[in-house]
């Protein structure tokens, strides 16, 4: 089955971490770009960080630069968001997809899967 598995979510306070796994099953993740992106009830999905199938240099929305990181671990077809000093306005469901990123744009249309979403919330 092919499918894209959010993990990693919950609640913490903010300025505290979390690290978000993306695992793919059913295909080779390491030939596709893979974007993570968030969405808050009422508000469409934003991009927050896409890395390339290739050696690219990965990007991020403007709000997570310097806090959030976006890694791959081919080995274990996964792709990883690791999120630093947390803030209430990064509380979202945080899904990724394949393929809705590349040359520094987000094409969320154009995703071929996406995965059901993993929640985090920040919060005092």
């Known amino acids: 089955q092919v499918q894209l598995v959010e993990s990693g979510g919950g609640l913490v306070q903010p300025g505290d971490s979390l690290k978000l796994s993306c695992k793919a099953s059913?295909?080779?993740?390491?030939?596709?770009?893979i974007g993570w992106f968030r969405q808050v009830p009422g508000k469409e999905r934003e991009g927050v960080a896409c890395?390339?199938?290739?050696?690219?240099?990965?990007y991020y929305v403007e709000s997570v630069k310097g806090r959030f990181t976006i890694s791959r671990d081919n080995a274990k077809n996964t792709v990883y968001l690791q999120m630093n000093n947390l803030k209430p306005e990064d509380t979202a469901v945080y899904y990724c997809?394949?393929?809705?990123?590349?040359?520094?744009?987000?094409?969320?249309?154009?995703?071929?899967?996406w995965g059901q979403g993993t929640l985090v919330t920040v919060a005092s």
């Open positions: 997809a394949a393929d809705a990123c590349w040359n520094n744009g987000w094409y969320q249309k154009l995703a071929w899967l």
């Open positions: 059913g295909f080779n993740l390491r030939y596709y770009a």
């Open positions: 890395i390339g199938s290739a050696d690219l240099r990965p």
